[in-house]
């Protein structure tokens, strides 16, 4: 599932969840959900400025 991306870690949670249902001999050991940004517009984005 690494590969994929979801709208939230709700959506993320539940395909995990289903996907450990259909597992029967493997345990999922541990979870990490990271945020990627999702940019407006095409193209290069705008400088931040700190």
Known sequence: MQAQRFA???DAQ??????AKKM?????ATRQ??????????GRH???HQ
């Open 14 to 19: 539940r395909a995990l969840d289903k996907l």
């Open 24 to 28: 029967k001999h493997h345990q999922i």
């Open 33 to 42: 959900f990271i945020e990627h940004k999702v940019y407006e517009g095409k």
């Open 8 to 10: 939230c870690q709700t």
């Open 46 to 48: 705008k400088k931040m």
